[in-house]
């Protein structure tokens, strides 16, 4: 059984229930092979420079991985590595500009934020007087906060496929896939934040009980004591388990979406075939 990308006379888009459950489906039929390069992944991530440019790549390998089964044309993992291992230096340029790119939109738009934020202020106090402060207070940091991750998401959008270009196709530079991504993005942002936000909600349970959970009992512990380096050393142990297993989830959405928007915008006639029960062994 499968279900149809769309054909080469009609392109519609999946809905958004179908991207994220299409990429579980992946996950789960490719648990061992994707959790085994996740791992590895996040080793690498202590070694800076170096180690940051293969965990891009391997991120982009396992979308990669995910890209081929949903075009039944699956390849092994040392046939996938043949071709992202030469473009290295690429994943990292395109992990780093995105990067750069998200951490310059925040300044901005936190600016901005301020400014409508404090206007707000002003005119609610002339309104309310003094005893409307907390009231002017509590809605421009509402406002703030809204335009800050309202825009993070919106721009994210429109970048949140930008490794998978470089990890399938050919004869592309990291710059000409980040390009790509905002091409591919461009006429469905409402529809991908819609995805990104469900993914999200999605793992939210697992990384608040590897991720934040531990991290809380840091608060009420002296720095430098035995008991928060043990503390500290389990929250550690438990962020890196946790993006471990999100991080797979992540890069086969990534792979789903890619190809749905390229079967919508470039005609693509591709199925999703139904993929076999999971092989835990």
Do not use: C
Not at 233 to 259: C, N
């Amino acid at each position: 059984m499968s279900e149809n990308f769309g054909s080469s006379g009609q392109i519609q888009p999946l809905s958004i229930g179908n991207v994220v459950s299409a990429a579980v489906r992946l996950y789960r039929s490719h648990l061992k092979s994707y959790l085994n390069l996740a791992a590895i992944a996040h080793l690498w991530i202590l070694v800076p420079i170096y180690g940051w440019a293969k965990y891009a790549a391997i991120s982009g390998l396992i979308s990669r991985l995910a890209f081929g089964e949903l075009i039944y044309q699956p390849e092994s993992v040392q046939a996938a590595s043949s071709h992202v291992n030469p473009r290295l230096w690429s994943f990292f340029r395109v992990g780093l500009q995105v990067a750069i790119s998200l951490f310059v939109i925040y300044f901005g738009l936190a600016i901005v934020g301020g400014i409508l934020a404090a206007l707000l202020g002003i005119v609610l106090g002339s309104i309310l007087g003094t005893s409307g402060i907390v009231v002017a207070t509590t809605l421009a940091i509402i406002v703030t906060v809204g335009i800050v991750l309202l825009g993070l998401i919106w721009f994210y959008s429109r970048w949140v496929v930008a490794e998978v270009p470089l990890a399938v196709e050919e004869n592309i530079n990291g710059g000409e896939s980040v390009a790509r991504s905002w091409e591919l993005t461009k006429a469905s942002v409402l529809r991908i934040v819609g995805i990104v936000l469900v993914a999200f909600f999605v793992t939210l349970p697992l990384v608040f009980v590897l991720n934040y959970i531990p991290s809380l009992f840091l608060l009420k512990l002296e720095q430098g004591s035995t008991i928060y380096s043990i503390v500290y050393f389990i929250s550690w142990i438990g962020s890196l388990v946790g993006g471990v297993i999100v991080m797979p989830f992540w890069q086969a959405l990534k792979a789903v979406l890619y190809l749905d928007l390229r079967s919508r915008r470039e005609g693509l006639g591709l199925q999703l075939r139904e993929p076999p029960s999971p092989d835990f062994r």
